[in-house]
């Protein structure tokens, strides 16, 4: 090029020159600074304003987190300790953590239990959560259900073990049947299990304490164990049911569509407080006289409708999210309607609302706290109850409160970082 | 399933009711009628049953006996010996009262929060993420909880603002700020305040016409007329005018400390003030992520083609990227307005006399009328969501696009 101009131009350059760096206010920290922290002045303002509050909260916090007193064993002792400088007492943790854990009645010795019950929920909640470990630990999350239910509640391992056998039989009837339609197998079946658990009610009523641990109780349950109990639960039987009303919903029987809506928009309507004043003073009126349902049974069926009529909602809008081309495809492939919503509309709508379903589960776990209102010891009740109310932690709201913002934190967190992690993989390519 | 052939008539055969499609879903439907049925007489039966063995019968003769018990906080007369129905209206409208109350400090913090999560400036962005994870991430009881207890804990007592050289004194002479609850001056209407508030109304009314005027102006004429100052005249000027030539009707009452205590003014209590303020917060932290979400789904290339006709930055903001967030921002918005009404029942938890605190909580208990209560109380809520969900659908269908 440079020959070309060489006559008519003065002076062509024929070599680059070399790369300078960047002026100072355009690069490294002083140029992210300028870019993040103080684009204009106003900005410049509110960094300055944040850094203070910043400083404020920190300022006013670590001293007491350092300071903090962990082994004294009421809030005079603690004021002791800490002759007038600031410091949490945390102590009241250390000596109540048990309490703040399991409630108070449960007893001391049976702690195993519920904690055997949490890992082993770790390792059952695995595989249903991370596709790529090995498929056969699901084996393991199905049956986790009745070995949790033993652990936590006791009694002889007959009663868990029956109702799991009579749910396999009942499987294996359907599964024999299943060429004679969906509705005659899935009658078969549930026959089969009803007939197996009513034989197994005989035994094990004679044989009572075979490999017995010691029965705890419903209402002798407490602390963040109940909350983790009511969630696991509900939103566990509300998935199902809730599968059923969204279906229900979307069916072009009238009928049942009706039902379905009447039930889910009702539910939705009312705060689940109302809901639950209903499992403490309604509820009972509506069964025989002579049953008695425990509290917690009462509040988890209530739980569990509020929780699935939500969850209806969300996988009406999966269902809905599908092009139609999946529902005629699955037609004329020649599915009936229990086959083509089993293999192809289900698994797609499913992992739609999979996002949805997370809220609503965190949701619900979170609402969990509402049953400290109708007097059962949670975690909530455990601290506003029993333990702000005994004359050795009269006052300590900080330590206590943090420590249930920090648990509820965790593990509500924790559910929507996985469900956001869940998403990235489950993202295929759609049109 | 219309294609089908129809198979020869007269041979009915009864397993056709659940293997024929054109018979199976009357079926299933019958059937599922009859066990709706059965179940809804076996749990009423129950019902008829228990009610009997405990003596009781389903009446709402309750609600106009007397209630016999106090309520601090209503906002209509109300004594211990009004009728339980009374205590119900006063605890509907204090329901109302913390419901609305909460929805506008939730949308003001709710869209402030969102939109400085958009903000270039990290640290503020980082610590609007911080507060909306940490509150959406926690019960909204253990807020409401925790802030009560902090109210309690860091405001003084009455008894503090005492004295000469008192710990605690009040903001500007008007609002004291106690660990019993708010106290805030009261406007008190003297003979002839009625014609300032006309006066005012009118000068509102004013604003909208002169506003109404000028977008006529511009759009016909092309004539672009001044607008805020004209409407802060009018908001100001003529009710000043008025208020001092009607001899300044309207007083304020400014709370007083007597004794040990305030007297006057308006009074909050601290159960209001902690529900109001967990309930706008917890909600707020849920309003900034669907704020966000509505300013994110408004592609960029809106704000440039905006921007390449000429439009100045505030105007592409108000008639371009708003009209468009706003439509996908308003439907999950009023239903977390509908959220915090159903949660404002927790109420109960610090002692608010709302609807669940007076028909759910002591009427309850007092009567025993467990039924009935439980009842009208998810009657209530009810009407609520079903009118807010119909403002909602209304809504939706005014801005929904209008497509050919």
Known sequence: ?431 | MATYSDPPAGTFQLSQLINDTRYRSYTFQIIALIALFGAVAYLLSNLAANLQAAGLSFSYGFLGEPAGYDINQSLIDYNSQSTHLRAAMVGVLNTLLVALLGCIMATVIGVVVGVLRLSPNWLIRKLMAVYVEIFRNVPVLIWILIIMAIFVAVLPQPRDFRGEDAEASMLWGMFAFTGRGFYFPMPVFGPGSGVVIAVFVASVAGIFAWRRHARKALFDEGRLLPVFWPSLALFIVPAVLAFFVMGRPVTMEYPELRGFNFQGGIFARNSLISLWFALSIYTAAFIAENVRAGILAISKGQTEAAASLGLRPRRIMNLVILPQALRVIIPPLISQYLNLTKNSSLAIAVGYMDLTGTLGGITLNQTGRAIECVLLLMLFYLTISLAISAVMNAYNNAVKLKER
């Not at chain 1, 197994?200 to 017995?212: H, I, N, P, Q, T």
């Open chain 1, 1 to 431: 090029m440079s020959d070309t101009h060489a006559q008519s131009v003065a002076y062509v350059r024929d070599t680059m020159l070399p790369e300078q760096a960047p002026p100072v206010s355009e690069a490294g920290v002083i140029k992210w600074l300028r870019e993040n922290l103080f684009p204009g002045p106003v900005n410049a303002i509110l960094t300055l304003l944040a850094i203070y509050f910043i400083y404020k909260i920190v300022a006013g916090s670590l001293p007491w987190f350092l300071n903090g007193v962990w082994t004294a064993s009421s809030l005079a002792e603690c004021r002791e300790i800490l002759q007038g400088t600031t410091g949490g007492c945390f102590s009241v943790l250390t000596e109540r953590w048990n309490q703040l854990l399991f409630g108070f009645k449960y007893p001391s010795d049976q702690y195993w239990r519920p904690l055997l019950a949490f890992v082993l929920l770790i390792v059952a909640a695995a595989p249903v959560l991370f596709a790529h470990l090995p498929r056969r630990l699901l084996v393991f999350s199905a049956i986790y259900p009745f070995v949790a239910f033993w652990l936590i509640w006791g009694g002889t391992i007959l009663a868990p073990v029956i109702a799991l056998a009579g749910i396999i039989a009942g499987l294996l009837v359907f599964r024999r049947t299943e060429a004679s339609g969906f509705a005659t197998a899935s009658l078969a079946g549930l026959v089969s299990a009803v007939v197996i658990w009513w034989l197994g009610g005989f035994l094990s009523a004679a044989a009572s304490d075979v490999l017995a641990l010691r029965p705890v109780p419903s209402r002798d349950m407490g602390g963040f164990m109940l909350n983790m109990i009511l969630g696991t639960v509900c939103v566990s039987l509300s998935l199902p049911i809730g599968i059923l009303l969204a279906l229900g919903r979307q069916s072009h029987m009238p009928i049942i569509k009706w039902i379905c809506v009447l039930f889910i928009e009702f539910i939705r309507g009312v705060p689940l407080i109302t809901l639950l004043f209903v499992a403490n003073v309604v509820l009972s009126y509506f069964f025989p006289p002579e049953t008695n349902l425990d509290l917690i049974i009462r509040v988890i069926i209530m739980i569990t409708a509020f929780a699935s009529a939500y969850i209806a909602e969300v996988i009406r809008g999966g269902l809905a999210a599908l092009p139609r081309g999946q529902y005629e495809a699955a037609d004329s492939l020649g599915l009936d309607y229990a086959q083509s919503m089993r293999l192809v509309i289900l698994p797609q709508a499913l992992k739609i609302s999979i996002p949805g379903i997370v809220n609503v589960a965190v949701g619900l776990f979170k609402d969990t706290t509402l049953v400290s209102v109708i007097s059962m010891f949670d975690l909530v009740g455990m601290i506003r109850g029993p333990i702000l109310a005994s004359t050795e932690w009269n006052g300590v709201y900080w330590e206590l409160w943090g420590f249930a913002v920090l648990s509820f934190f965790v593990v509500c967190y924790g559910i929507s970082q996985y469900s956001q992690w869940l998403e990235r993989q489950l993202q295929r390519d759609h049109r």
